[in-house]
């Protein structure tokens, strides 16, 4: 199945895609926390009987062994802020919206002039 042009620049797939939309939407809506990357998978993976934030991401339970490289990318393209405190990395906001990336109004590899 062909990826947009975007999505080959940024190197990845429909899948990584899908899970780096919720990982960033949930950190944007948390943008007063961190998280590691055991807390995220929590959230992301809790179903509605578990609480409020089951409900808001009972979509599909995402691939786990894609979360580590969506977390990644996210970094790299600074929507998501990485570090580690105490020997545990955190995760929260980055710099830029995911949204601005995948539609191309910001480009973090591009260097000023």
């Known amino acids: 199945m062909p ?3 975007r999505q080959f620049e940024l190197g990845i797939d429909d899948k990584v895609e899908e899970l780096m939309q919720r990982i960033a939407s949930y ?3 948390h943008k007063d926390s961190a998280f590691s990357f055991e807390e ?3 959230a992301l993976h809790t179903g509605p009987e578990r609480g409020e ?3 808001i991401y009972a979509s599909p339970r995402p691939e786990w062994h894609l979360l580590g490289p969506a977390l990644e990318r996210l ?3 600074n929507v998501v802020s990485l ?3 105490a020997g545990t990395g955190y995760y929260a906001t980055g710099r830029y919206s995911l949204e601005d990336i995948l539609s191309g109004k ?3 590899y591009k260097r000023a002039s």
């Open 75 to 77: 970094v790299d393209l």
């Open 27 to 29: 950190l944007e809506d």
């Open 3 to 5: 990826i947009t042009r």
């Open 106 to 108: 910001e480009d973090p």
């Open 83 to 85: 570090r580690v405190v």
């Open 53 to 55: 934030l089951g409900a």
């Open 40 to 42: 995220l998978k929590l």
